[in-house]
């Protein structure tokens, strides 16, 4: 199979900063879709610059979009990436490889994940492997997981070696809007679930601190890692506010 018969998708929104970077990462690929969350900034115009098919949809959640980007593309394969992702020379020529290897319906990919310019080497951080790419008629995700969403797929899988670089986070206000967004949603997947909320206020975020900086070794990080991991506690703890919020607004 060629790099012709790939579709690589993107999910955007507001992602001027990100999206022409990413796209150029992906111009091997066959076909690129960028699926546009009704984004308000240059976004779009950056993407048409390039040779891309875009399609909006508004945004319902992570998973509802990218089965509906699985029904748009048109190849085989589809790579999965994020604006702010970048898929290098090494591994693009990894995929080609990969999709043409017989019994193996997707591919775990490593990532590298930057966060305050730093390359986060511990705290789970690496190698973070990530299902991004699969066969498009054999893949589906879960719509009741709202996020940190994760496709079922019919048949075996495999693991590359050559990571995607991710760019995740330069500064406060980049975590701050990602993360609550983030515990919105999963404080909405547990509520639907019928969790209720006790302890789990302070047990939950400081046992994830735990695993994180100490287990996982975090501190091998240096102030980056303690920093990081402080804060996915912090957004651990909002999520169940968030939940216990939903419980007082549902209707006696």
Not at 41 to 51: G, P
Not at 70 to 80: C, E, K, Q, T
Not at 112 to 121: H, V
Request: charged fraction near 15%; proline fraction near 4%; hydrophobic fraction near 45%.
């Amino acid at each position: 199979m060629s790099a012709a018969e790939l579709t690589a998708i993107v999910l955007t929104k507001n992602e001027e900063a990100f999206i022409g970077g990413c796209i150029e990462s992906l111009l091997w690929a066959g076909e690129i879709i960028i699926i546009d969350s009704l984004s308000s900034d240059n976004t779009i115009e950056i993407a048409h610059s390039y040779r891309v098919t875009v399609v909006q949809h508004p945004f319902a959640n992570f998973a509802e979009q990218r089965n509906f980007a699985l029904n748009v593309a048109n190849s085989d394969w589809v790579l999965f990436v994020d604006a702010d992702e970048r898929i290098t020379p090494d591994l693009a020529s990894e995929i080609k490889k990969a999709v043409n290897i017989a019994g193996i319906s997707g591919w775990w990919i490593p990532r590298m994940n930057f966060i305050f310019g730093c390359w986060m080497r511990n705290a789970g951080m690496y190698p973070d492997y990530q299902l991004r790419l699969m066969g498009r008629t054999t893949s589906t995700y879960n719509p009741d997981q709202f996020v940190h969403e994760r496709p079922t797929i019919a048949g075996e899988c495999g693991y590359l070696k050559n990571p995607i670089l991710h760019f995740a986070y330069s500064n406060l206000a980049e975590i701050n809007q990602s993360q609550n967004m983030y515990a919105r949603f999963k404080a909405n997947m547990l509520f639907n679930q019928g969790f209720k909320p006790t302890h789990h206020f302070f047990t939950a975020p400081a046992h994830l601190f735990f695993r994180r900086f100490l287990l996982l070794q975090g501190y091998k990080d240096g102030i980056p890692g303690l920093k990081w991991c402080f804060l996915l506690a912090y957004y651990h703890f909002l999520t169940y506010i968030s939940l216990a919020h939903l419980w007082l607004r549902k209707p006696a």
